[in-house]
Nanobody
Framework: QVQLVESGGGLVQPGGSMRLSCAAS????????IGWFRQAPGKEREEVLC??????YPIDSVKGRFTISRDSAKNTVYLQMNNLKPEDTAVYFC?????????????WGQGTQVTVSS
């Protein structure tokens, strides 16, 4: 059984940093493209950043602020978020795609809430 479990969310002040984790079981993340998505209240889910063997693809609004890293030994992917803004507030999800960042994301985590507020 495949499971993705996000953690690390919470409340942070504007300008602060936060690191989200996505721990996997049942699959080896090294073989997958990893996407981080977010959904704010009343808004559609958007893909924030995707990482694959061909590169890392962030959306414009997070370029220079969000980065992704992988720990193969822990089978975990991290989303480092710096200089957070109130508009980054959302539930963040990780997901995997077997083929590429443009393939179908087939496994999803349950999400973790990130709130950026003073």
């Amino acid at each position: 059984q495949v499971q993705l479990v996000e953690s690390g969310g919470g409340l942070v002040q504007p300008g602060g940093s936060m690191r989200l984790s996505c721990a996997a079981s049942g699959i080896t993340l090294d073989y997958y493209a990893i996407g981080w998505f977010r959904q704010a209240p009343g808004k559609e889910r958007e893909e924030v950043l995707c990482d694959s063997s061909s590169g890392t693809y962030p959306i414009d609004s997070v370029k220079g602020r969000f980065t992704i890293s992988r720990d193969s030994a822990k089978n975990t992917v991290y989303l480092q978020m710096n200089n957070l803004k109130p508009e980054d507030t959302a539930v963040y999800f990780c997901a995997t795609a077997y083929s590429s960042c443009w393939g179908e994301f087939n496994y999803w985590g349950q999400g973790t809430q990130v709130t950026v507020s003073s």
